[in-house]
């Protein structure tokens, strides 16, 4: 059973968003959160899945985890983009060995898409 950990929210200059009264802050330029997003995943380890990021299908984009720690299993969400999360539900069903197959399943794609031709 996995936990929710404090949200991270990606290292790029932030900026204050208002429109018809609602107001939210934003990064200046989405491109810097997807490049600080894939530094990120560039640089995590590649045993295991303590420090990895993981990610789920939402709507026209994903939702982003980052594994902080394995007892208990606690899960970050990362802000960026559209700042999707999965239902707290889902989160709290989620085991080790869950966490594993996805990381597993990603690994393999990336070598799929990682040969040439």
């Given at each position: 059973m996995a936990h929710l950990g404090e949200p991270i929210y990606p290292d790029v200059e932030?900026?204050?968003n208002e429109v018809c009264g609602m107001g939210?802050?934003?990064?200046?330029d989405i491109r810097d959160e997807?490049?600080?997003?894939?530094?990120q995943v560039a640089n995590q380890p590649s045993d295991g899945?303590?420090?990895?990021y993981i990610s789920f299908p939402v709507?026209?984009?994903?939702?982003?985890?980052?594994?902080e720690k394995l007892r208990?299993?606690?899960?970050r969400p990362v802000m960026f983009g559209d700042c999707y999360q999965i239902p707290d539900a889902?989160?709290?069903?989620l085991t080790r060995?869950?966490?594993?197959?996805?990381?597993?399943?990603?690994?393999?794609?990336q070598e799929i898409f990682s040969r040439k031709a």
């Open positions: 932030w900026v204050w939210w802050w934003q990064s200046k997807y490049r600080w997003l894939e530094e899945i303590k420090g990895r709507a026209d984009g994903k939702a982003v985890y980052y594994v208990p299993l606690t899960l889902h989160i709290r069903g060995s869950d966490i594993e197959e996805m990381v597993e399943r990603e690994k393999r794609i």
